[in-house]
């Protein structure tokens, strides 16, 4: 009786209280691992608060840049210190500009790293660790001016190497360009000259077969004369009349015009549709 209204009490409990408890099991769980310098469990407990719960309030989100930090993870670290300098807790603001500019003190990158402690003392002027180390920054680079040049030299040359990249990338992109269209030009150039030469060959087979028909038609006329000659010969020796003779010649004339005309003009392949035969 007693495990039935047990059951029944948890039933009655609303989920959103089972939430709740996994909501402060888990913000515990990275608080400890934090406070116990385990960096690594750290950083993923305070990506499943993230991820899980939607925790995102500036001092979880700081806590997990320590952890990256502290994890030797520096760029996600940096990356996360970056995103918190516009928080709406001037103190975090102010201690994630200054872990920043350890890392770019780091990094060699002085001047960048001195912006950032000054930016940490502007968000809050009573940050005494910020307010070291823009003094101490500031301090060496008095003391080592080349330092100071040479990082000027190293940003300098940095962004001449990206210019130069920039300009060899554009170079390159133009000139795939320039080869694309030449590729293009040659290819038309071919096709052409391919046209052109089969547009000759076949004016010169045109040509070849006109001059062989007239070679012919030549031929025949020839032979025809050579018979008509015979012909008359032959008339000569029959004895005809003058006007007998003559009315046999014509009429044989007659004959001979009509062959002339009907292939004088004689097609070699058959007109294309809707062009003129001339």
């Known amino acids: 009786m007693m495990l039935r209204i047990l059951l029944f009490v948890l039933l009655l409990i609303p989920s959103s209280w089972t939430e709740i408890g996994r909501k402060n099991t888990a913000i515990k769980a990275a608080a400890r691992s934090y406070a116990e310098a385990d960096y690594a469990e750290s950083v993923n407990n305070h990506l499943l608060l993230s991820s899980d719960f939607g925790i995102n309030s500036p001092a979880s989100n700081f806590n997990l840049a320590l952890s990256y930090h502290y994890n030797e993870q520096v ?107 030449g590729d293009e030009e040659t290819e038309e150039d071919e096709a052409s000259e391919s046209q052109k030469k089969e547009d000759k060959t076949g004016e010169k087979s045109q ?50 015009l009509r062959y002339i005309q009907q292939n004088t003009k004689k097609p070699s392949k058959r007109p294309d549709k809707g062009l003129p035969d001339w």
């Open 207 to 256: 040509q070849e077969k006109e001059s062989e028909e007239a070679s012919d038609l030549e031929s025949d006329l020839s032979d025809r004369e050579k018979a008509m000659e015979k012909l008359k010969e032959k008339l000569q020796e029959m004895n005809l009349t003058p006007e007998q003779a003559s009315q046999i010649l014509e009429a044989m004339n007659a004959a001979e």
């Open 75 to 181: 760029e996600e670290a940096q990356r996360t210190y970056q995103s918190l300098l516009s928080a709406s807790d001037p103190f975090v603001a102010s201690f994630a500009s200054n872990q920043n500019g350890i890392i770019l003190a780091q990094q060699n990158k002085y001047e960048e790293a001195l912006a950032a402690f000054k930016y940490s003392l502007i968000k809050d002027p009573t940050n005494e660790q910020a307010r070291y180390n823009y003094e101490l920054l500031s301090r060496w680079l008095e003391e080592n001016p080349e330092q100071e040049q040479q990082d000027q030299g190293e940003n300098e040359e940095q962004q001449d190497e990206q210019q130069e990249q920039q300009d060899q990338d554009q170079q390159k992109d133009s000139q795939e360009k320039k080869d694309g269209e």
